[in-house]
């Protein structure tokens, strides 16, 4: 997931440094686009897609879903928000398609997160 990115943020081949291309995505997480974002950065959509897939080998849609995730884990585990609400506050419109997406990503279930990881 993110966490190694975040870690890792090369200068992109275009001068564009990666921290920036992830705070917009950051900032806009619940409602960005590709061409959203391509427009902030002045490229075209594709540019925009080839150079996220080069430098994070990973495609926008990936990043996007994986920073969805890690926003998600950090409101269980910080507010006593109903998974649901929390599911929407993270730009989830199908709820089942959040639970599935993040037993997959985390390897249990939002509910199971939050019991494993007390309130900080």
């Known amino acids: 997931m993110l966490t190694n990115l975040d870690n890792y943020l090369p200068q992109m081949s275009n001068g564009q440094s990666s921290q920036h291309i992830l ?3 950051d900032r806009e997480l619940t409602s960005i686009s590709l061409e959203s974002l391509a427009q902030e950065l002045g490229y ?11 430098n994070f080998h990973m495609t926008f849609q990936e990043i996007v879903m994986d920073k969805k995730i890690e926003r998600a884990k950090w409101l269980l585990t910080h507010s006593s928000e109903s ?6 506050n993270v730009g989830f419109a199908d709820k089942s398609y959040f639970y599935k997406l993040f037993k997959q990503k985390v390897g249990m279930t939002p509910k199971q997160y939050r019991q494993a990881t007390p309130l900080a």
Do not use: D, G, H, W
Request: glycine fraction near 0%; proline fraction near 5%; avoid cysteine.
């Open 83 to 88: 998974i649901n609400l929390v599911s929407e």
């Open 23 to 25: 705070q917009l995505i």
């Open 44 to 54: 075209s959509p594709s540019y925009t897609s080839k150079m996220i897939r080069k």
